[in-house]
């Protein structure tokens, strides 16, 4: 794979943010998190939502609206990778190590509860965005500082809410369970992973595979026009299985020095 | 094996430290002659100068609307940016993509202003040299080059308008197969008297194209031959063209890593803005394949630094000599 260069804090106003290199792939993810409701269907946790946008600098082929699909998808793949929302199961999300634990969001059981977006812009499209988004997007939930809230309840008997701004009462969130996105093409008769935008265009077809620091899949999408045999399948599934934790292990190691 | 992946701080402007250090230059670009959008270029104890490219007078001063190096060349006075398009000049040789096929002619692009033309009275058709084209040859266009091959060709002429004509009337231009195109500012790109060189003793075959597209590919057989003629065999190879040349063989392992070196080699000279001819190309080649240098990290710092060294220092004993 090609070096990753990140850079953390880049933007002064979010709660955390990071951007990556990857060759000349560049992306840039903010992480905003706000006071809101739960959802109607989870009034204990907290909510994620992602967003991706590509930059029409990032390619010709961006321009107008055609980034928006492109945008949709990634961003589905991913929220779906750290929110495996949907039923059953849902909260249990950092122990079977698949997503971040939205639980530890909640403030204040069905009224109140942090509102985590993350926004990614693709800057430069060399080629294996989705990896890229999905390397910054850990950055920037490793990097991420939570103000502490505690709930007072006044001479009313009302709850309020008493947010302490200082700094050094953050919190951060556990990414322990955060999985990586890795993109695994079909070349020929090949399994390449890490394709430039030049090579990308020679690939028939190709797996985002989600998978955690202990080799676990924890979410596939498939792209691509033809379809993929299941030997190939099984080829790709192993690659980004065993690229995973590798990553995973370097990021972390430059996250937490 | 280690680190398949790796991961480290981004450093902005990493590069030019690293030419800077090398060459032991400091703060190159507060030099006088360096101009950016909007500075004014002195022109003091010159009446009567005439403005070039990258010029404007504003003001009753003369003021630089790009950024590049003030010339003075005689009378005249212009700025020459760093990175600039591809002009297209008679007699270069260029590598392109055909972008459309259209009238009587391939539209092919150069990585230019504009997409230059290459007219089909202008390339060789099998059987007999000189012959009218006529509707047929117009409807099978699509036999010779399909939207998206690269082909090499030279530059027939440049018109007035900047419209540039090629043409393929010799056995080493034609259609490209089976290797590796690496884009480079023509800028780096010197015009000389050979641009097809074959490497023999390393079994590969290098096309720098005066617009910046480098082509690597493994040594063919029969293009072999045919650049050994010279390019002089406009009948000598009216056989070869008449019966479909078979497909080459798939390339060695080995011969892909040569040419998967060497354009690792010349991505290093970009990344360096060095000029990018033969000699310079192989010395980056020799200097990774004698140091054991991996493949994939020929465009990691530590190489890079080497390289610029080397460089470095063969400017210093050119200098002195």
């Known amino acids: 794979m090609r070096p990753v260069e990140l850079e953390l804090g880049v933007i002064a106003q979010a709660a955390g943010s990071a951007r990556l290199h990857m060759g000349a792939t560049d992306v840039i993810v903010g992480v905003k998190v706000e006071v809101g409701s739960p959802s109607q269907g989870a009034p204990d946790q907290g909510r994620l939502q992602v967003t991706v946008e590509f930059s029409p600098c990032a390619s010709p082929i961006y321009q107008g609206r055609f980034g928006e699909t492109y945008g949709e998808q990634i961003a589905a793949a991913i929220e779906a990778s750290l929110a495996p929302g949907g039923r059953g199961g849902g909260s249990d999300a950092s122990s079977s190590g698949c997503g971040i634990d939205l639980s530890k969001l909640l403030i204040l059981r069905g009224k109140t509860c942090w509102m985590v977006f993350v926004d990614a812009l693709v800057l430069n499209d060399d080629g294996n965005v ?115 934790p590798v990553l995973w292990e370097q990021l972390m190691k430059f996250l937490t020095r | 094996m280690d680190a398949a992946v790796r991961v480290r701080a981004h450093q902005p402007g990493a590069d030019i430290a690293l030419i800077e250090r090398a060459l032991n230059v400091q703060d190159a670009p507060n030099s006088e002659q360096f101009v950016c959008v909007g500075d004014e270029i002195p022109t003091e104890g010159e009446e009567g100068f005439l403005r070039g490219h990258g010029t404007q007078v504003v003001d009753g001063k003369l003021v630089a609307t790009v950024c590049g190096l003030v010339q003075r060349v005689n009378k005249l006075i212009y700025v020459k940016t760093l990175n600039s398009r591809y002009n297209a000049e008679q007699g270069d040789v260029v590598v392109g993509r055909v972008a459309d096929v259209a009238g009587k002619a391939w539209r092919v692009d150069l990585k230019s202003r504009q997409e230059a033309k290459l007219l089909l009275s202008a390339v060789h058709l099998p059987g007999g040299i000189q012959r009218r084209r006529n509707a047929e040859d117009e409807l099978n266009m699509r036999a010779f080059f399909r939207e998206g091959e690269l082909i090499s060709a030279e530059v027939q002429s440049v018109h007035g308008d900047g419209s540039v004509a090629l043409h393929t009337r010799s056995a080493k231009y034609g259609k490209l197969v089976c290797g590796q195109l690496v884009e480079v500012p023509p800028n780096l790109i010197k015009r000389q008297k050979q641009h097809f060189h074959t490497i023999e003793a390393l079994g590969v075959e290098l096309i720098i194209g005066c617009n910046g597209l480098v082509w690597v590919a493994p040594l063919r057989p029969d293009r072999a031959a045919a650049s050994a003629d010279g390019g002089a065999g406009a009948g000598a190879d009216g056989d070869a063209d008449g019966a479909e040349p078979p497909p080459p063989p798939p390339p060695s392992r080995v011969q892909l890593e040569v040419v998967c070196r060497l354009s690792n080699a010349i991505r290093v000279l970009t990344r360096l803005y060095m000029h990018v001819y033969p000699a310079a190309v192989l010395a980056v080649y020799e200097a990774a394949a004698d140091n054991g240098v991996a493949l994939r990290d020929m465009l990691e710092p530590e190489f890079l630094e080497a390289v610029a060294a080397q460089e470095a220092q063969r400017r210093g004993s050119a200098m002195q000599e």
């Not at chain 1, 999985?179 to 008769?189: D, F, K, R």
């Not at chain 1, 690939?203 to 676990?216: C, D, E, I, K, Y």
Request: with cysteine.
């Open chain 1, 130 to 244: 989705v990896t890229a988004v999905s390397a910054a997007t850990l950055a920037a939930l490793r990097d991420t500082r939570i103000p502490k809230v505690e709930v007072v309840t006044d001479a009313a008997g009302e709850e309020e809410l008493e947010l302490d701004d200082s700094p050094g009462s953050a919190w951060r969130l556990d990414v322990g369970g955060v999985p990586l996105v890795l993109t695994a093409s079909q070349v020929g008769a090949q399994c390449v992973v890490d394709l430039t935008a030049a090579e990308e265009r020679c690939a028939t077809s190709g797996l985002h595979v989600a998978v955690n620091r202990a080799g676990q899949v924890c979410g596939v999408t498939m792209t691509g026009r033809k379809g993929i045999d299941s030997s190939m399948l099984l080829l790709m599934m192993e690659t980004a299985q065993k690229l995973g």
